[in-house]
């Protein structure tokens, strides 16, 4: 999910510089979905209780 939203950021900077002003609007809109996907991600992650370990026998 991280390297999606890598490419999406390299695709608004080359869509920001090109004279396809129209794709622009399309890849900044899947660029903030994907962030908050994965900001919600990490929120269920960090809330998910720890596993106990195995203990050793």
């Known amino acids: ?3 999606e939203i890598v490419q999406l ?4 900077i080359q869509a920001a ?3 396809a002003k ?5 890849i900044a809109h899947e ?5 908050a ?3 919600r991600l990490e929120e269920c992650l ?3 209780p720890t596993g106990k ?5």
Not at 22 to 26: A, D, Q, S, V
């Open 1 to 3: 999910m991280r390297s």
């Open 17 to 19: 510089n090109s004279k």
């Open 31 to 35: 660029l903030r979905r994907q962030k």
């Open 46 to 48: 960090a809330a998910m």
């Open 53 to 57: 370990a195995a203990s050793a026998a």
């Open 37 to 39: 996907r994965l900001e």
């Open 9 to 12: 950021e390299l695709d608004l």
């Open 22 to 26: 129209w794709n622009l609007h399309e």
